[in-house]
């Protein structure tokens, strides 16, 4: 992982043909823009193209795209790859085209299922070949309801009942109020009166990272995201360069925290890092050394000797990871995640 190189001189974006960037908590927060995340963004396409993949399915791709391009993003619709449309790679394994669909979910489903040339509806009474399943606000016990109802027209536990396509398993969606539950808990109560699990299209899996990178021919892109669980688990996956940006659901707790499956390349406080150089990560006597910080593990102790923020923070996640313990195993002082 990068963050373990010596890159000083590099930035992140080195060597990188294309950058898929995740949208809420990396460029926007509820309706609004974060923080330099549209200037870096915008400067970023001018060598290499810019996707932006989100696992919610709740809009069209063309939606996204016009609520970018009023942030100030320079963006078409074909830059936004959606879970729907990876969905779309995963249905297409198990219906033919001009079968019905159960929809559970809102405008980003429809909308891709009518391209693919498949047929509609949110009754379980039509028996639908498939059910796909998405995040759309108004989703309710009715909607879940009906998929179930599709789900075990075979009997309860059928494994052999007709397919189910989860968009994504998100367990959390950042909104303006606030962090409110997500399509993981919405599948998990079909899950729950169904026995059985459905195939996911969206991140952490790969479905969706192979639809971004066939999209854009990217041989060597770099997936930016706020989610360990979801964007640098799935990049990881995906054989993808990463980097998280603490700028939406994780944090630097969260970080120090990461198991070896989710652990980012790189760890940035915004996206103007995205073109700085990143710092060398320098073994030293009893520790690790980031420019001006310096950490090293003292049996259980994690103790920053010096430096303050970012760089103790990248110091402190080369010590913990490199040291095998379980974060709660260790002391690890308050400064480094308050």
Same mark, same amino acid.
């Given at each position: 992982?990068?963050?373990?190189?010596?890159?000083?001189?590099?930035?992140?974006?080195?060597?990188?043909?294309?950058?898929?960037?995740?949208?809420?908590?990396?460029?926007?927060?509820?309706?609004?823009?974060?923080?330099?995340?549209?200037?870096?963004?915008?400067?970023?396409?001018?060598?290499?193209?810019?996707?932006?993949?989100?696992?919610?399915?709740?809009?069209?791709?063309?939606?996204?795209?016009?609520?970018?391009?009023?942030?100030?993003?320079?963006?078409?619709?074909?830059?936004?790859?959606?879970?729907?449309?990876?969905?779309?790679?995963?249905?297409?394994?198990?219906?033919?085209?001009?079968?019905?669909?159960?929809?559970?979910?809102?405008?980003?489903?429809?909308?891709?299922?009518?391209?693919?040339?498949?047929?509609?509806?949110?009754?379980?009474?039509?028996?639908?070949? @498939?059910?796909?399943? %998405?995040?759309?606000?108004? !989703?309710?016990? &009715?909607?879940?309801?009906? #998929?179930?109802?599709? =789900?075990? $027209?075979?009997?309860?536990?059928?494994?052999?009942?007709?397919?189910?396509?989860?968009?994504?398993?998100?367990?959390?969606?950042?909104?303006?109020?606030?962090?409110?539950?997500?399509?993981?808990?919405?599948?998990?109560?079909?899950?729950?009166?169904?026995?059985?699990?459905?195939?996911?299209?969206?991140?952490?899996?790969?479905?969706?990272?192979?639809?971004?990178?066939?999209?854009?021919?990217?041989?060597?892109?770099?997936?930016?995201?706020?989610?360990?669980?979801?964007?640098?688990?799935? @990049?990881?996956?995906? %054989?993808?360069?990463?980097? !998280?940006?603490? &700028?939406?659901?994780?944090? #630097?707790?969260?970080? =120090?925290? $990461?198991?070896?499956?989710?652990?980012?390349?790189?760890?940035?406080?915004?996206?103007?890092?995205?073109?700085?150089?990143?710092?060398?990560?320098?073994?030293?006597?009893?520790?690790?050394?980031?420019?001006?910080?310096?950490?090293?593990?003292?049996?259980?102790?994690?103790?920053?000797?010096?430096?303050?923020?970012?760089?103790?923070?990248?110091?402190?996640?080369?010590?913990?990871?490199?040291?095998?313990?379980?974060?709660?195993?260790?002391?690890?002082?308050?400064?480094?995640?308050?």
């Amino acid at each position: 992982m990068a963050l373990f190189r010596r890159t000083e001189s590099r930035t992140p974006l080195d060597g990188v043909d294309a950058v898929f960037a995740d949208l809420d908590g990396v460029v926007y927060q509820g309706p609004h823009a974060i923080p330099h995340a549209v200037e870096a963004l915008n400067l970023a396409r001018r060598d290499r193209a810019v996707g932006y993949i989100t696992n919610n399915a709740s809009r069209s791709d063309a939606s996204v795209a016009a609520h970018l391009a009023e942030l100030g993003l320079t963006v078409a619709p074909t830059d936004v790859v959606t879970s729907p449309q990876a969905a779309m790679r995963l249905l297409a394994g198990v219906v033919e085209p001009g079968a019905l669909v159960l929809v559970v979910g809102g405008e980003g489903i429809v909308t891709e299922l009518d391209r693919h040339g498949y047929r509609v509806t949110r009754s379980a009474d039509d028996g639908p070949d @498939a059910v796909v399943q %998405g995040f759309a606000p108004d !989703v309710g016990w &009715t909607q879940l309801a009906e #998929a179930a109802f599709a =789900l075990n $027209a075979g009997g309860f536990a059928d494994e052999h009942g007709i397919p189910w396509i989860a968009t994504n398993m998100d367990w959390t969606i950042p909104v303006a109020r606030g962090i409110a539950p997500g399509n993981g808990t919405l599948v998990s109560a079909v899950h729950t009166a169904v026995g059985r699990f459905p195939l996911v299209a969206g991140k952490p899996e790969t479905p969706i990272f192979e639809e971004a990178r066939a999209r854009f021919g990217a041989e060597h892109p770099l997936v930016v995201g706020d989610r360990l669980d979801t964007d640098i688990l799935g @990049a990881n996956r995906a %054989g993808m360069r990463s980097a !998280v940006v603490l &700028t939406g659901i994780d944090r #630097a707790k969260q970080v =120090l925290a $990461a198991d070896a499956a989710s652990r980012p390349d790189y760890l940035l406080g915004d996206l103007r890092e995205l073109h700085e150089p990143y710092p060398e990560i320098e073994r030293v006597r009893g520790g690790v050394r980031v420019r001006g910080a310096r950490v090293r593990l003292d049996g259980r102790r994690v103790v920053v000797e010096s430096g303050e923020g970012l760089d103790a923070l990248r110091a402190a996640c080369a010590v913990i990871w490199e040291s095998g313990s379980p974060i709660h195993a260790l002391e690890v002082p308050e400064r480094l995640y308050a």
